[in-house]
């Protein structure tokens, strides 16, 4: 046995090292124009690698303009995992479907992987030659009401930037916006001249037809100033120039729904739309009783999931549905969102023979092709066998049918009888008690709020922190609520306590004032204080607001 786990354990360990040597590949886009970069990572786990990805397969397409290496230390459930990741620029050297060949790291290779490069504009821009410009583009002039637009914003600069850069918020009257991913950078040549450029995507969804006007957006920062200092004893960095950039004014025609859609269909505009569905487990022996989960997937390219409807509910005799919460989620592409909804029911068969299914159908308009679409599932028909366990055994005898159908119902029957007589009684004394006097509460153990407030007075009066936090948690103890929850709803409250933790955790806390706090307290509204039991004596309170 020795011997064999001797021989074993080197197999183990080469197994787990080929596992871990893997170079995965992915882009920060598949989709650039002409004369734009792509971000090309490596990413390894293997900690025995040592030294650089060797990238000389891609120099036949594309030139390399920068290398730069993220070293990662990763915790999960007390495992720590390494990665090392290669960022590589890449500015491509041809157009059309360009490959990204495997890349060598030790043994291990990495998967090629496609970029389309698009023939940009070789017009001129008008801003090209400014050392800071901005570009907003649509990807479309005319949409219907309720579909995708994709705005993009780009910001040229050919200059360096400091990190107090600026965009206006993009807002639009009567439209939903959804950021489109992250921001993304890179470079591209305009002239024979190196831009960096800013990218920001957004999936606009006007609400109303129409004229759509998307304002101008504006961009500032500070440029590096690179000229030479003239007073040679200044020191630290000094100020460059601020820039401020303005887009042009967009318009959009927002076009009404079809008058061929059909008006008891909900409003689906979207560039594609699929549907499926699956079975856990697949419906081909199944018996009365056994439960079945029906997954319905409808997943849209060019609409966010929460403007997908619900599916048709699976309705059909013999058929018991016990339906989940739906899962929704959204996907970010080149092309705009993809949405998915999926929805969950579970199926439990109460009869035997034959269930007919119906079909899911769901109506959509294409806005790619203009045109009204149906995407369906066809209906099925389950055969559900009978279930020997839940099979009722037939008393032996000349027992006739009608008499053990009339024991089923008498049985039926009293235990109804049962139900409605403690049903009533239950009633009866629900009523009873509405007109008893209500129950005085127990005397109050401890010392009262009353005299929690005046604890809190006399510490906050006298600046005491360390007595005012003591007093201030017992009559905390004796809330409806945490100090944290009272603090969230009572903006005054909140800058008092910030106020008292700051005194209590710093050198500061002897200059502490602690006015604010008891304000603040005195001002909670009343509705959420516990009452104080004197309180319905009759006697004015003690600190009238």
């Known amino acids: 046995m020795t011997r064999f786990t001797a021989l074993l354990l080197p197999l183990l360990l080469c197994t787990a090292t080929a596992q ?6 992915s882009v920060d886009r598949s989709r650039l124009n002409s004369g734009e970069t792509v971000e090309l990572t490596l990413e390894t786990s293997d900690v025995t690698q040592f030294g650089k990805p060797d990238l000389t397969a891609l120099e036949a397409l594309f030139e390399v303009r920068g290398t730069r290496q993220v070293n990662q230390l990763n915790t999960l459930n007390g495992d720590n995992r390494a990665t090392t990741r290669w ?3 890449l500015l ?13 790291l030790g043994d291990a290779q990495s998967q090629p992987i496609t970029v389309q490069v698009v023939e940009s504009d070789t017009r001129e821009n008008k801003n090209s030659l400014d050392p800071v410009f901005i570009e907003a583009s649509l990807d479309q002039s005319s949409v ?3 579909a995708q637009a994709i705005l993009t914003l780009r910001i040229y600069h050919s200059v360096s930037l400091y990190d107090d850069s600026s965009l206006t918020p993009l807002q ?3 439209a939903r916006i959804e950021q489109l991913g992250d921001t993304r950078t890179y470079e591209k040549d305009l002239n024979g001249v190196r831009h960096g450029v800013i990218e920001m995507r957004y999936a606009i969804y006007p609400q109303h037809s129409g004229l759509l006007t998307i304002a101008p957006q504006t961009f500032s920062a500070t440029l590096v100033d690179t000229q030479p200092s003239q ?11 601020l820039m401020r950039v303005s887009s042009a004014e967009i318009p959009l025609t927002v076009k009404p729904k079809p008058l061929t859609y059909p008006v008891d269909a909900p409003w689906l505009p979207a560039r594609s739309l699929s549907l499926s569905e699956s079975w856990n487990p697949e419906p081909e022996h199944i018996q009365v009783g056994d439960s079945m989960t029906r997954s319905l997937t409808l997943k849209v390219e060019g609409l966010a999931s929460s403007q997908l409807p619900a599916l048709p509910a699976t309705e059909a005799n013999g058929l018991r549905r016990y339906p989940d919460q739906p899962v929704l989620s959204n996907q970010s592409t080149d092309r705009g969102i993809v949405g998915s909804r999926e929805e969950r029911e579970a199926l439990v068969p109460s009869r035997s023979g034959a269930i007919e299914l119906p079909t899911v159908d769901v109506v959509w308009w294409n806005t790619f092709e203009d045109h009204l679409e149906h995407s369906s599932l066809p209906a099925r028909t389950l055969q559900v066998a009978n279930n020997p366990s839940l099979q009722v055994d037939t008393p032996t005898g ?3 049918p009608s008499i053990v159908d009339n024991d089923v119902l008498w049985w039926w029957k009293l235990s109804t009888l049962i139900l409605a007589c403690t049903t009533l009684l239950g009633f009866g004394l629900w009523w009873r008690a509405r007109w008893q006097p209500a129950v005085h509460r127990a005397a109050q153990t401890g010392p009262s709020p009353r005299t929690l407030m005046d604890d809190i007075k006399r510490a906050s009066q006298a600046n005491d922190p360390q007595a005012t936090r003591q007093a201030l948690d017992a009559w905390a103890r004796q809330q409806p609520e945490t100090l944290a929850d009272m603090a969230a709803r009572f903006v005054p409250l909140s800058d008092a306590l910030d106020g008292l933790n700051g005194a209590l955790y710093s050198e500061t806390g002897q200059h502490w004032q602690g006015e604010d ?3 603040a307290i005195r001002t909670i509204p009343a509705a959420e204080r516990v009452q104080d039991p004197v309180g319905d004596s009759g006697l004015p309170p003690l600190y009238p607001k």
């Open 92 to 104: 491509p050297k041809e157009n059309g479907s360009v490959v990204i060949p495997p890349l060598q």
């Open 172 to 174: 639009i009257a009567d």
């Open 517 to 519: 706090l008891w304000r």
């Open 398 to 400: 000349n027992l006739q």
């Open 20 to 25: 871990a040597a893997e170079l995965t590949a």
């Open 87 to 89: 960022i590589i620029t």
């Open 231 to 241: 007073d040679a004893n200044a020191q630290g960095p000094k100020p460059g120039k």
């Open 144 to 146: 219907y009401v309720q």
